[in-house]
């Protein structure tokens, strides 16, 4: 396992996540997930997150909220705030695990709310809340986080605004989209490092859910009172997609901070909604990789043997089968029925030096509920971090023979006889950069991976224990087709390859910030006209300080599956999560399905792959709903509604008026969003 582990606490070294599988065009086969599950339902399922730098005190604002034309006055608290630290919130909303709303409708009626009247929660005066409408010149305010040009998926907790300077005594907040506007006036958060703000989370919350996707930025406008004296306003422009990020977020951490958690590694899982909370804590594992469809996690354990885990059980820490020497980058197939290891020919984030007894070097394939091996796959033995593609057809690794492990293959691959074929040299890089961690978008037309000069691929203990800095480590895209590489620039921290090759940055920090991304991975299937990828980064939070955090960034999705432009937007912070542990290895993946009859946000989350709403449902945004087809005969020549099961484009519903139509992606009929 890699030199991440242990840092911290025994100077002992432990792999990072794992190469993985993501899901497919083919949808993997889901089996229900148990009704106790933690990963079920939409609420914080586990423990409380851990303490955190940003101490973040509520506004209880009294709102006037008008909506088309029509204003009614509300009061309306600020969310429930962890106590230790920030709001919890996860990935996803809080409808549940899953999370992606049904198609939303097509004629948003204009919201505005106003916080800026005579019960305002800074409890300003009519002048000073004048003063700071009207705003004053600039001065060194410059913004720290959010970033200009994000975007953001639906559901999330509303992010921590921070910039530069003296915490003030007040600020005015502006926000502007085509059907939505917010003024307020509010208290920042007194933090020794600097000012913050968080949003009330009702407000971010009406925001999503006024959003119209890609072709609606909102405006992003701060101004700040101190001492009589106006500064700002100053701004940026961010997105919020029309869906929430499917499924659950599984990291690895060796200094978590939850009750229960062991004094080595553990793997972390954010649900939908969530907070962080404990998946497999026991020794020292790591090494996660997990099914596509949600149902299996490999892990490490360190010296001893590859487990895996049950995660449709209630209490999937407990399931826990040994299943061969090494499971470390276990690339699973997209139902989790087998793994093929990572060769370790030469070393990959210390997986030679924590495999049991008996294990082997070159990679293997494995029976996931055995253990058992699997010969004659066909493929090569120097197959380094392999992944398999959405639908299983397709097989990415490096190559030890290529160049000693300086390019990435590509296979064709039958999961059914278990058996590759095609092979093709993908991509190729001069020393000292290599390949690491591929791993394929949905659509399986492109793979995403880093480039770095890492001895062992790994990040040598970057952001663990105090260390800062790294290896380089760039995130990378190759096109399949044409077997161009480009650079994911935009998700890196440069606006344009222009701005990487000069080695300027938009980062606050400068060039500390920049180069040191590792482990990505991309969310199964897509969510709002966009696939979400994950990773983690030796970064600046805002004003935080260089923490080692886990960060998601949304990626274009190409309609003709042509990958050869950096299809990246700048990254956003993964809310969730503990703060200053160290996080790595972000691993998406569903959650496994539910039955007919249980309640569902969108066919994704059903094992039949149909969500039906009550009529009543219709204008919400985000409704509930019933896996299943209502009773009665089955309707003929009926299409698939978006997140409904698909086998081609052809099988989804013809769009809207002005709208694209939707592609069979991964399984399910998905959003195209033209950028």
């Known amino acids: 396992m890699s030199q991440e582990a242990f840092i911290a606490v025994t100077l002992l070294s432990m792999c990072l996540g794992g190469a993985a599988c993501s899901s497919g065009v083919a949808a993997p086969q889901r089996r229900p997930l148990a009704p106790a599950s933690a990963a079920a339902g939409g609420g914080a399922s586990g423990g409380a997150a851990s303490s955190s730098p940003l101490d973040v005190a509520a506004n209880t604002p009294t709102m006037t909220i008008s909506s088309g034309g029509a204003g009614t006055a509300a009061s309306a608290a600020s969310p429930a705030m962890n106590t230790a630290g920030v709001a919890a919130a996860g990935v996803g909303g809080a409808s549940g695990a899953g ?24 409890g300003l005066a009519p002048v000073d ?9 600039k001065g060194s305010l410059r913004w720290l986080y959010p970033y200009d040009g994000t975007v953001f998926p639906r559901g999330l907790l509303a992010p921590v605004l921070m910039w530069d300077g003296p915490v003030p005594e007040s600020v005015y907040v502006h926000i502007k989209s085509q059907a939505f506007e917010y003024k307020g006036v509010l208290k920042p958060v007194a933090n020794v490092k600097g000012p913050q703000l968080i949003l009330p989370q009702e407000v971010w919350a009406a925001a999503g859910k006024q959003t119209r996707g890609a072709s609606d ?6 101004s700040t009172l101190s001492k009589g004296l106006v500064a700002g306003p100053i701004s940026l422009k961010f997105q919020i997609a029309q869906a929430t990020v499917k499924g659950s977020i599984y990291y690895n951490t060796y200094s978590s901070r939850l009750p229960g958690a062991v004094g080595g590694g553990n793997v972390l899982r954010i649900a939908a909604g969530g907070t962080a ?5 026991k020794q020292c594992n790591g090494c996660h990789s997990v099914s596509a469809n949600g149902e299996r996690m490999l892990s490490q354990i360190s010296g001893v043997a590859g487990n895996a885990f049950d995660l449709t059980s209630a ?37 030679r030096g924590t495999q049991g007894g008996g294990g082997k070097n070159a990679a293997t394939l494995y029976d996931t509920a055995t253990g058992a091996e699997i010969p004659g796959t066909g493929v090569p033995t120097g197959a380094l971090m392999p992944t398999f593609s959405p639908d299983g057809t397709q097989l990415v690794f490096n190559d030890n023979a290529l160049d000693k492990a ?3 293959a590509l296979m064709s691959y039958d999961t059914a006889n278990d058996l590759a074929s095609n092979y093709r040299a993908l991509t190729h890089e001069t020393a000292p950069l290599r390949p690491a961690w591929p791993f394929f978008l949905p659509d399986g037309k492109a793979i995403v991976y880093v480039r770095t000069d890492s001895l062992d691929f790994s990040g040598n203990g970057a952001g663990i224990g105090g260390r800062v800095g790294g290896p380089i480590s760039d995130l990378q895209l190759v096109d399949i087709a044409s077997g161009q590489s480009i650079a994911l620039a935009r998700a890196g921290g440069f606006a344009s390859q222009a701005d990487a090759d000069r080695g300027r940055t938009y980062l606050p920090f400068g060039t500390e910030e920049v ?26 939070y805002g004003n935080q300080g260089v923490q080692r955090q886990l960060w998601g960034a949304a990626i274009d ?65 985000e409704p509930v709903g019933t896996c299943g087809r209502p009773p009665g005969p089955p309707p003929v020549n009926t299409c698939a509604k978006r997140d409904e099961r698909c086998k081609v484009a052809s099988d989804c519903c013809p769009p809207a008026a002005g709208e694209q139509p939707d592609s069979c992606i991964a399984g399910f009929c998905a959003q195209i969003t033209l950028n």
């Open 217 to 222: 930025s909102f405006l992003l406008e701060l």
């Open 315 to 351: 209490v999937p820490g407990d399931t826990g089968v040994a299943v061969g020497a090494r499971s470390s980058f276990g690339a699973l197939y997209p139902d989790g029925s087998r793994y093929l290891s990572t060769s370790v020919e030469i070393e990959v984030a210390r997986a």
């Open 515 to 540: 180069h040191h991304n590792f482990f990505p991975t991309v969310s199964p299937v897509a969510a709002g006209g966009y696939f979400w990828m994950f990773f983690d980064a030796v970064r600046y």
């Open 277 to 281: 909370e404990l998946v497999v804590s």
């Open 406 to 408: 300086h390019g990435l």
């Open 129 to 137: 809340v004048q003063k700071l409408v009207v705003g004053g010149p």
């Open 99 to 122: 999370g992606a709303a049904a198609p939303v409708q097509s004629a948003v009626e204009p919201v505005s709310i106003d916080m800026t009247g005579a019960n305002n929660p800074a």
């Open 557 to 621: 999705i190409r309609a003709d599956g042509k990958y050869t432009i950096d299809p990246s937007h700048p990254a956003f912070y993964l809310p969730g999560q503990e703060f200053g542990t160290g996080n790595h290895r972000a691993f998406a993946a569903l959650d496994p399905c539910k039955k007919d009859s249980d309640k569902c946000t969108s066919g994704i989350d059903c094992c039949g792959g149909v969500c039906t709403f009550p009529d009543s449902t219709a204008e919400l945004v």
